[in-house]
């Protein structure tokens, strides 16, 4: 993959803030260590779990929902229309877990801690999209790696291509 679309993979990628999301609900975190040059996660459980399976599926399900690859792209034009928004996702998930505690096994006591859990990852992360600042560093990235593929050609020479002793990648 040349790294242009690596570098916009990252700024889209949702599945790491959707892990750590899970993991808390879980009542785990991962402990990362290396054997014989190899990259071993663990998961280590901390406390008991926030819901039950189904709980735990239904809230990811809810917020795969509200963080993916096309909702990264998106922009709040205001602040106010970004805190209305968030405004939104907390009343919904505050409402869907009251609505589905009993079935998800949740008391009432874990209903805040599991909201205020979540949008403490969910705010953040939205934050990108005001005053449409992450499409604007995306076409700083895209921009900066034009810039550079352009002077690495250049100094190349416009004819290296057509030399046999040149090297190729």
């Given at each position: ?35 014989d040059g190899k990259t071993i996660i663990e998961d280590i459980v901390y406390g008991a779990p926030m819901a039950n ?65 979540i949008m403490n990852f969910v705010q953040p992360f939205y934050t990108r999209l005001l005053d449409n600042k992450e ?35």
């Amino acid at each position: 993959m040349d790294l242009p679309n690596k570098q916009l993979e990252i700024r889209l990628q949702t599945a790491d803030i959707l892990n750590k999301i899970e993991l808390y609900l879980r009542g785990k975190r991962q402990k990362e260590s290396y054997e014989d040059g190899k990259t071993i996660i663990e998961d280590i459980v901390y406390g008991a779990p926030m819901a039950n399976e189904l709980g735990i599926q239904s809230i990811m399900s809810f917020l795969e929902l509200l963080l993916n690859p096309h909702t990264v792209q998106g922009n709040f034009k205001t602040e106010s229309h970004f805190n209305g928004y968030i405004q939104e996702v907390h009343e919904g998930l505050i409402q869907n877990i009251i609505i589905n505690r009993d079935k998800w096994d949740i008391t009432i006591n874990q209903v805040s801690c599991i909201v205020d859990g979540i949008m403490n990852f969910v705010q953040p992360f939205y934050t990108r999209l005001l005053d449409n600042k992450e499409r604007e560093s995306y076409t700083d990235t895209l921009r900066s790696v034009e810039t550079n593929t352009l002077r690495e050609n250049a100094q190349q020479g416009i004819f290296s291509n057509l030399n046999p002793f040149s090297k190729r990648t």
